[in-house]
């Protein structure tokens, strides 16, 4: 379940940036050729891990992350072929990458066929098997193996211009389907019974899904590309919405990027979904965990019955479509806490820890009845070595315990603790944006917030 090195390289790739218009011609070919070719080889080529489970093995193979802090990122040996280290620097990169894709790239590349760019943008198809699964306690998810069945289901990732075809198996006794959000599809591939796609039980069924490249209509307008964080989920287990599906687990993420995005070292899927995350509820929530300095990815989506908003202590992001400011007068907001309703989606990245250094942070819906009644998790950023800061378990210790007995010992236990420096628990945990120390900030967090 790699984010293989053909997605990779190719992220890499365009993340060179800034003569990548000199290199194309040479380059380009060699980076594409060996994505067409990936799909029959490498089934798994569009995917990385799922959503639980941390994807750090998928990326740390293949990407450097220069550590955290530093707005600018290196990056060394990003092409096998491409002459050795290079330092290069992402985010000014990233900027002319966005200006190319305009001018030279999405829009030449959607109205020509001959030149090497163009035809790449034309996309691949790539071909997956995915396995519906019945799972323990009359949960379902979906998996690439009938063995790695997860909730949430494994993230799907294409490029604006690739096809995924999805032969779904299964392998349940209930009526079930795959359907998308953000893509393009035909009514076959819809996953609604109204439209008879769904598989009943037992049943294999192939769904394509398709994305296309932003294009110049006229003048100033442009239509939209397909990129974006999106998500796919069930349609059709339980009513013709799916909607028993979908509170027993059939969802996960699916990213659609554009040619230049910047890739993560790790990305992390978290579904509210009535009120539970991951249909969990803490402390059996996900625990995600990233060093410090490593890219993260997070894709949020939500389902259910209810209106939420998700919030990450510490960490902010550039409301828009990557998370990242794109460039220096990039006007998107920066916030840390974004509406999560059902069928929303949304997705950002992050250097983990920082401006605020490694710890045990909290992310948890910000509707107080939902995160009383366990709508919160754990980030956990290590240190860049990746080993536990101080306080770090001792907050994790905190936030499995009870709650509230967890909050009274975290405050009680304080002034007894090694650490003077953490003996500073607030009654409340929404400031927790100072540049503190790693100890302090942990028990800062848990012990203000009791969870
Ligand atoms: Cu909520």
Redesign the pocket.
């Known amino acids: 379940m790699r984010n293989d090195n053909v997605v990779s390289r190719l992220g890499r790739w365009w993340g060179r940036g800034a003569d990548r218009r000199s290199a194309a011609a040479s380059a380009a070919s060699t980076a594409f050729a060996g994505e067409a070719t990936a799909p029959a080889s490498m089934p798994d080529a569009a995917l990385s891990s799922a959503g639980a489970v941390s994807a750090g093995g998928a990326f740390a193979g293949s990407l450097d992350s220069a550590g955290g802090g530093e707005p600018v990122i290196g990056r060394r040996g990003a092409v096998e072929s491409g002459g050795g280290a290079e330092q290069v620097r992402r985010r000014s990169l990233l900027a002319a990458a966005g200006v190319l894709g305009l001018t030279g790239g999405a829009v030449t590349v959607a109205t020509t066929t001959s030149s090497g760019p163009a035809k790449a943008a034309e996309g691949v198809t790539k071909k997956i098997t995915m396995y519906a699964v019945a799972l323990p306690g009359n949960q379902f998810g979906y998996g690439l193996t009938p063995e790695t069945a997860t909730i949430p289901g494994p993230v799907l990732e294409m490029y604006e211009g690739d096809t995924l075809e999805i032969t779904l198996v299964n392998t349940t006794n209930q009526r079930l389907s795959i359907h998308p959000h953000g893509v393009d599809y035909s009514t076959d591939s819809d996953g609604a019974p109204f439209n008879n796609s769904f598989n009943a039980p037992g049943e294999t069924r192939k769904y394509v899904w398709r994305s296309h490249e932003m294009t110049a209509t006229s003048g100033r307008r442009f239509t939209p590309g397909s990129a974006g964080y999106w998500h796919y989920h069930d349609h059709a287990m339980g009513t013709d919405h799916g909607t028993a599906g979908l509170i027993k687990g059939l969802y996960g993420a699916l990213i659609v990027r554009r040619r230049g995005d910047i890739l993560p070292d790790k990305q992390f899927t978290v579904v ?1 979904n009535d ?1 539970q995350i991951n249909n969990k509820v803490a402390p059996n929530t996900p625990m995600f965990e990233a060093n410090l300095g490593q890219r993260v990815e997070w894709i949020a989506i939500g389902h259910g019955n ?4 998700f919030h990450v202590h510490a960490h902010r992001w550039a409301d828009n479509r990557t998370g990242y400011l794109e460039g220096p007068s990039d006007p998107s907001p920066v916030v840390d806490n974004k509406d999560l309703n059902p069928g929303n989606s949304f997705g950002f990245q992050v250097v983990a820890g920082e401006a605020v250094g490694p710890g045990a942070w909290m992310y948890h ?3 107080q009845s ?2 009383d009644t366990g ?1 919160a998790g754990i980030f956990l950023v290590r240190n860049a070595d990746g080993t536990m800061p101080p306080g770090a378990q001792e907050a994790i210790d905190r936030f499995n315990g009870h709650q509230h007995a967890a909050a009274a010992a975290a405050k009680a236990g304080a002034q007894s603790q090694a650490n003077a420096g953490a003996a500073q628990s607030q009654a409340t945990a929404g400031a927790a944006q100072s540049p503190t120390t790693a100890g302090t900030a942990q028990t800062h967090v848990h012990g203000g917030t009791g969870q």
């Open positions: 509210f009120m209810f209106f939420h908003t819906c910000h509707v939902h995160s709508m």
